[in-house]
């Protein structure tokens, strides 16, 4: 791949459900964000919908059909299309770089962790998208897996880990885009914040132990996963990303941020 004159950002997405697309305010969100950004050359995404080891690429090939992982949305969400072109070079350059074993499945195609926000971040679909897959759960690894990944935002790659800050879906009681987000949601999404201001990367893997609202906010690891693989690609780790992105959808976070 050729070298950039930028560094590409790498950016923490909350990714949300089907329906973002008809939500003014985050759709707005999104685009406006993306219109601050330099044009990125490839997108490599890291989505909580995929967790296979060992890491595992995706969505090589243009063309691949999208993968709609969600159910009880309305029938038009399901044709939904998102036609960027494959990677298959992004996906030789991480082989290149990666000390651990990869291996393909080309004709995954990308899930909506990846293709809801882009949809609404790069609508034409015209720069080449590449899917990775959350091989582990622990968090040290995985930011390890970043701090790998970081030369690419030297050659034009946006990083995107694609999660949500609170994902306690069996606990949510209101399913409106504007319900009041519950007291577990707003704490840990506060504590998220302060925590990521001071740099504290460690407290943040351990967030399971010293966060407030856990369980309830990740009853599962996988929408706070991505985090780390953000903050890993970081060039200064310990210094406080840029939210762009904060409020609530349906009582959950919708923090998203940029790393430096």
Known sequence: MSTATTKAPA??????????????????E?????????KPKAILVVSAHWESAPLTLGSTETGTPLIYDFGGFAPRYYELQYRSPGAPDLAARIKAIMDEPV???????????????LMKMYPDADIPVLQMSIPT?????????GKKLAP???????????GFLTHGLPFLKEFRIEATPPNWS??????????????????LMNYKALAPGMPYAHPTFEHFAPIFITLGASTLPDAAPTTAIDGYWMGLSKRSFQVA
């Open 11 to 28: 950016l923490y997405i909350g990714h949300g459900a089907p329906p973002l697309l008809d939500d003014p305010i985050w759709s707005g």
């Open 30 to 38: 999104l685009a406006g964000w993306s219109a601050t950004l330099e």
């Open 137 to 145: 759960q622990d968090p040290e690894k995985l930011f390890a897996i």
């Open 103 to 117: 291996t393909d499945q080309p004709r995954r195609g990308l899930d909506h962790g990846a293709y809801i926000p």
């Open 186 to 203: 707003v704490e840990f999404d506060l504590w998220a914040k302060e925590v990521l201001d001071r740099g504290a990367i460690d407290e």
């Open 152 to 162: 690419l935002r030297d050659e034009g790659v946006m990083i995107i880990g694609s």
